[in-house]
C-alpha cells in the first residue's frame, strides 16, 4: 500500500515561503540541499508528516504535491500511465532514493519516492 510520506511546498520565492511557515507554524526549515529545503513540522510522538519547500520548476511553479512511498516505482510509474496519469519528470536518482513526478488523472500533482 503507497502511503503519504511527505509534502513538497513549490514556490518562486521559497525563502519567503520557509519563513512564513517557520514564523507562523513553528516549523524548524533546514538549509538548502539539491534546493530543497526539509521542514519538520513537529514531534514524532503526535500523527503528522514533514516535507520541504523548494523554488518550483517551470512545470509546478507554485502548490502542493505529496509525495507517496512505493515499493517498486518502475511498476508504480507504468501502472499510473495505464490508468490515465501523464509523467512530469521520469524516475530520478538520488543518495538514498528514487524520485518521480506524475499528475494523476484528475489533475493533482503527485511524488513517487522508493528508498533504496
Do not use: C
Request: glycine share 12%; charged share 20%; hydrophobic share 35%.
Amino acid at each position: 500500500m503507497g502511503r503519504v510520506v511527505l509534502f513538497e511546498l513549490s514556490s518562486q520565492d521559497p525563502e519567503r515561503a520557509a519563513n512564513f511557515y517557520s514564523s507562523v507554524f513553528g516549523w524548524k526549515i533546514a538549509e538548502p540541499n539539491w534546493g530543497y529545503q526539509s521542514a519538520t513540522t513537529g514531534n514524532d510522538d503526535k500523527p503528522g508528516i514533514n516535507g520541504g519547500i523548494s523554488k518550483g520548476p517551470s512545470d509546478f511553479p507554485h502548490g502542493t504535491r505529496i509525495q507517496i512511498e512505493v515499493e517498486n516505482i518502475d511498476e508504480a510509474i507504468k501502472n499510473s500511465i495505464a490508468l490515465g496519469a501523464q509523467v512530469v519528470r521520469g524516475k530520478m536518482e538520488f543518495d538514498h532514493f528514487y524520485l518521480a513526478y506524475l499528475v494523476d488523472p484528475v489533475g493533482n500533482g503527485i511524488g513517487l519516492i522508493q528508498n533504496k
